[in-house]
């Protein structure tokens, strides 16, 4: 699972691989020191660097990279960074240009096509598992969309801890606390099976023990530690898909630009304890209860308000900041949009059944 950086020199030195589509971030593909290594060993190659330009995908940028690529025809598309990046990645190389794309996207048509080229994913953070998953996420004036398709799924993935050491706490934190998200909504999703299970459980299993120690001390052991985890999250909501806390989290990273992990960290106990409280209303084809005491186990605790507080706790040891006041966020002056942005496919998998007004209510009480 974790690759050796000259694995990833061996691969780009084929010689099959003559263009060469680099996406990547403004400034995590130099923090991370991906950009000193391949400026080393790929000067002999026709090389094109498109530097991301928006916090979060966005249709006008997305068009530009298509076009760009397209433009290049590269015999590689080589995404370096975070989710967003690679999601990018992943929608460019299979989506057809059109006048008409925004409303196919938001009508959940998606105009794809076969992959153009390889396409091939080296992550600097440990969060979104992108490298992994069959999943993509696109913004549309603002509202979050989810692209499903086996096409999306990179050919090639290179977990090089090295490259997440020099990140910025703030989004080590934030993606960090999207791998346990993860795993933790993918064990309570409806769509959740044996396999899911499986890998959610191993994620936790090290993301509750490393995550705040990477963010303490960076170094390759706690980078390699949380790069699985994250890995096994992604395969885990590959299966599963995720519920509540990420449908919700969308609207304030578009509205408020709250970076994605800490968007989905905002109101997680809350939505956790909803579900918990509802137990008699699971839609579930598996008993949610022991669902939940495996969860209970993997945190050892006993209940859903000591988990709570123990999420709680690891949200606080990440600053990761959750009142919404200090985070100059009105919920009530916000409620349309708001609740206009909530993902309804992602919501569809909460194993309680649960709407906007539900949700309102929930938010509306915090802080």
Known sequence: MISHINDLKKFLNDKSFQKIFILCGNNSFRISGAEKFLSEFIKNKEIKIFHKKSEFPILQELIEITKEIKK????LILAVGGGAIIDYAKIANV???RPDLGDLIINYSYPFKDKFTKLAVVPTTAGSGAEVTSNAVIYVNN?????ESELLIPDNFFLIPEFLI???NKIKASAGFDAIAQALESLISKKSNDQSVEYSTKSLKISIKSYISFLKQPNLKNATE???AANLAGKAISISKTTVPHATSYPFTSLYNISHGHAVSLFFEKFFKFNYLN???SETSFDLNKRFNLIFNLFEVSD???LNSKISLIKNQANLEDNLGKLNIDIKKGSENIIKGIN???LGNNPIKIDGKDIYNIISKIN
């Open 72 to 75: 290049l025809k590269p015999d």
């Open 95 to 97: 989506i057809d240009i």
């Open 143 to 147: 509202i979050k969309h989810s692209f």
């Open 166 to 168: 020099s990140a910025p």
């Open 226 to 228: 949380m790069s699985i």
């Open 279 to 281: 137990l008699n209303k």
């Open 304 to 306: 859903i308000d000591s």
């Open 344 to 346: 309804l496919l992602r």
